[in-house]
């Protein structure tokens, strides 16, 4: 594997993340991005869907406006056209979460660059930025940019901080790293804060893919994410150890003080829910 490409001390290990999420333990998730022509199918048939609203709509509001002046009944189109374009789109993508009529067909989910579900504020922006990349240039935008960006993104996606995930693909769970030896009296007194997703991510494939580095890489980045990493704990780990097992000390426990939190607001909602 090559080394991680030179960027600046508080870019390098975000370089080198990948394409993981964190769920609620702390376990990296892989999710699988879409590929460029499910997304173009799943576009196509989105497309198809809009143009027929479309000349429902026309079709819908000729009728209603027949009697009515030619202002009317172009303010009207061109209300039509807004609430088919952008109106519909976004209530049906935050409704559903991140899902349309082609991404159900074809298996696929719009969601935020951290894996959440897509909210109003990003259906919007996709919709807003699709009517130019999409139905004023004819998608070729949209199709160049996907196949360029690593995730698969077109515009709309990059405006809103989004991609598209295909759901029919089976996710791969990394394993979680064990609490090294020597770290467990410093694991029952250590205040670990949240740390940010894109280190932990960051973090977890470092120490997985390791081996697969060159040793001033290994060391360097290394460095970088144990220096990233202790900003959030205190006090410091037990000196005289390695990084790589200083960092899996930092995983193990802040993966441990998650999975505690979790099963006690769970033993909590058992408990008032009885």
Partial sequence: MSAPPSTGPSEGYRAYAGEDIVTGEGVAVELPVASVPLRMASGAIDLVVMVVALIVVSLLVGILTAQASEAVAATFVVIAIVVVTVVLPTTIETLSKGRSLGRLIMGLRVVRDDGGPVTARHALT?????????????????????????????????????????????????????????????????????????????????????????????????????????????????????????????????????????????????????
């Fill in 126 to 274: 996709r919709a807003l930025v699709g009517v130019v990349e999409v139905l004023a240039l004819s998608g070729m935008p949209a199709v160049v940019a996907a196949m360029v960006h690593p995730r698969g993104k077109r515009l709309g996606d990059m405006a809103a901080g989004t991609y598209a995930v295909s759901q029919r693909a089976k996710l791969r769970m990394t394993a979680p790293p064990l609490l090294p030896a020597g770290f467990h009296g410093w694991a029952q007194v250590v205040d670990i804060g949240a740390l940010p997703a894109g280190l932990t991510i960051a973090t977890r494939q470092f120490l997985l893919r390791a081996h697969g580095l060159g040793p001033s890489a290994r060391q360097a980045l290394g460095q970088e994410l144990l220096t990233e990493a202790l900003r959030h704990v205190s006090p410091a780990p037990p000196p005289g150890h390695h990084p790589e097992t200083v960092l899996a000390a930092i995983l193990a426990t802040r993966r441990q003080r998650d999975a505690d939190r979790l099963a006690r607001e769970q033993r909590l909602r058992e408990r008032y829910l009885r």
